[in-house]
C-alpha cells in the first residue's frame, strides 16, 4: 500500500484550512479542527495526541504568540460565566475546574512559556470542537456563538502557521 506524498498531504491540510473559511462558526470549527489534526498527523507520534503535541513543538515562536496573544483567545479567557461551566443538557459532562485550570496556564504564560500555553488552549479547543460534534452546541446561541467563533478563529491561525510548519 502506498502513501500520499507529504506534499499532496499538505495540500489536503490547505484545502480543509480553506473551506473552513467559507463556513458559519457552528460548521467551521470541525473543518478548522481537522486541517490541524491532519497536520498533525504528518508528525512523529504513537497516537494523535502525541502527534498533535509534535505538531505544536514544531511551531515556530513567531508564528505562535500572535496567536496566544489575539482577540479571541482574550475573548475565551474572558467568557463570563466561564468557558465550560454552564451544562447544556444534563447528559453533558464538564469539568470547569480543569477548563479554569487549563485557561489560567494561557492567561499566565502565553508570553513566557508560549509553546506551553499553546498545549493547554488547544486541549481547551477540542473539547469545545468535541462538545460541538456531540450535540451540546448550536447554531444560533449567542453564547455558542460566541465560543465557536472565537474557537474557529483561533484554529484557522493554528492551520496557517501548521501548514508552514510541516513544509517538506
Given at each position: 500500500?502506498?502513501?500520499?506524498?507529504?506534499?499532496?498531504?499538505?495540500?489536503?491540510?490547505k484545502a480543509e484550512l480553506a473551506r473552513s473559511y467559507?463556513?458559519?462558526p457552528y460548521e467551521a470549527i470541525d473543518?478548522?479542527?481537522?486541517?490541524?489534526?491532519?497536520?498533525?498527523n504528518l508528525c512523529?507520534?504513537?497516537?494523535?495526541?502525541?502527534?498533535?503535541?509534535?505538531?505544536?513543538?514544531?511551531?515556530?515562536?513567531?508564528g505562535?504568540?500572535?496567536?496566544?496573544l489575539c482577540a479571541a483567545v482574550d475573548a475565551l479567557l474572558n467568557l463570563n460565566p466561564p468557558l465550560e461551566s454552564l451544562l447544556t443538557v444534563p447528559?453533558?459532562?464538564?469539568?470547569?475546574?480543569?477548563?479554569?485550570?487549563?485557561?489560567?496556564?494561557?492567561?499566565?504564560?502565553r508570553e513566557t512559556a508560549p509553546h506551553e500555553a499553546l498545549t493547554k488552549l488547544v486541549?481547551?479547543?477540542?473539547?469545545?470542537?468535541?462538545?460541538?460534534?456531540?450535540?451540546?452546541?448550536t447554531p444560533d446561541g449567542p453564547r455558542d456563538?460566541?465560543?465557536?467563533?472565537?474557537?474557529?478563529?483561533i484554529l484557522q491561525q493554528l492551520g496557517t502557521v501548521a501548514v508552514d510548519t510541516i513544509k517538506p
Open positions: 500500500m502506498s502513501v500520499l506524498s507529504t506534499a499532496k498531504q499538505i495540500e489536503g491540510v467559507g463556513l458559519s473543518a478548522a479542527w481537522l486541517s490541524l489534526l491532519k497536520a498533525a512523529p507520534g504513537g497516537d494523535e495526541i502525541e502527534r498533535m503535541a509534535a505538531l505544536l513543538q514544531r511551531m515556530p515562536l513567531d505562535i504568540r500572535p496567536i496566544l447528559h453533558e459532562e464538564i469539568d470547569p475546574a480543569r477548563t479554569a485550570r487549563q485557561l489560567d496556564v494561557v492567561r499566565a504564560q486541549r481547551v479547543l477540542r473539547r469545545v470542537r468535541n462538545r460541538r460534534m456531540h450535540g451540546f452546541k456563538q460566541e465560543i465557536l467563533t472565537a474557537a474557529t478563529d
